[in-house]
């Protein structure tokens, strides 16, 4: 929630950045993010990697900009 919303603010971006008379766009950022729990101290880093690699993986398949927690925990 707060980290997609914070995402999605909108901004504004100048078409050059040496031009003080140029026209800006208002630009809109999406995220998809993948999340995972672990209690086993010992798992290697990148099997969390991939854990939350596969959640982020199914937020983009449910239509982005969601999150998506791994349920399963080791």
């Known amino acids: 929630g707060k980290i997609l919303n914070a995402l999605s603010m909108p901004y504004v971006l100048s078409t050059s ?8 766009i208002e630009h809109h950022c999406t995220a998809s993010m993948g999340v995972t729990l672990f209690k086993e101290q010992n798992l290697p880093l990148e099997d969390v990697v ?10 983009k398949a449910a239509g982005r900009n969601h999150i998506q927690f791994d349920p399963a925990l080791d």
Do not use: E, I, S
């Not at 950045?17 to 800006?24: E, M, Q, R, V, W």
């Not at 991939?50 to 937020?59: C, G, I, L, P």
């Open 50 to 59: 991939k854990k939350a690699d596969a959640a982020m993986y199914q937020a």
């Open 17 to 24: 950045p040496n031009d003080a008379g140029t026209p800006l």
